[in-house]
């Protein structure tokens, strides 16, 4: 898929042409493909890795347990999931949950910067270290070291990586320095930035370059 494919499309016309893509090997192997979901106008998007086996079923984002999770801490901190996107790098369940290849993040980029550019949001959350390290382009890119920084992914999108609710899964402790209370103390900064650029605050931010 070119970029110049999507080009005119309206979101549904993106989210159509996922559901029925066919570029590369990730396709064969899936129930569903996982567009995202959210509004059209959201300021906030959250793009994760890829659809795990509970996303492969239903054909949408973040509904197994990490969603459940990433819903709590939406809701913590004071968003309604409704209000914001949800999508993923790649739109189909890699096998077994594997990390997707740089083949399958080229091949679904155009649809996920499609879906960027239409929704138009002013902050995005990268969850995981491979969102992260792929919308950064770095190949150097450490979750536990960038997670809670503020980059500048264009002109007027701001990002901020978060760990995934996956990871978070694995680690029960709420302790000082655990990656759930660094998870919380993200999000708060997270909520006061969407609070500003909403309300028409200028934040420059930190280069990614």
Not at 163 to 180: A, F
């Amino acid at each position: 898929m070119k970029y110049t494919d999507l080009e005119g499309l309206s979101l549904s016309g993106v989210n159509e042409r996922i559901r029925a893509c066919v570029d590369c090997p990730l396709a064969v192997g899936r129930t569903m493909a996982v567009p995202g979901e959210g509004p059209e106008s959201a300021a906030l998007m959250f793009i994760g890795e890829g659809p795990g086996a509970d996303e492969d079923q239903s054909g949408q984002p973040f509904v197994g347990k990490a969603g459940e999770l990433l819903g709590k801490i939406l809701q913590a901190a004071g968003f309604e999931r409704s209000q914001v996107f949800i999508t993923n790098t790649v739109k189909c369940r890699p096998p077994n949950n594997r990390d997707p290849s740089k083949e399958e993040l080229d091949c679904c980029w155009p649809y996920l910067l499609r879906q960027i550019e239409l929704v138009k949001p002013r902050l995005i959350g990268s969850l995981g270290r491979i969102a992260g390290g792929y919308l950064l382009s770095s190949d150097k890119f450490s979750i536990t070291k960038e997670h809670g920084r503020i980059f500048s992914f264009s002109n007027d999108t701001l990002l901020m990586p978060l760990y995934h609710p996956s990871y978070l899964l694995r680690s029960d402790s709420r302790e000082k320095g655990s990656p759930k209370h660094q998870m919380w103390d993200d999000m708060k900064k997270l909520r006061k930035l969407y609070d500003e650029l909403t309300a028409g605050a200028k934040f420059t931010g930190e280069s990614s370059q």
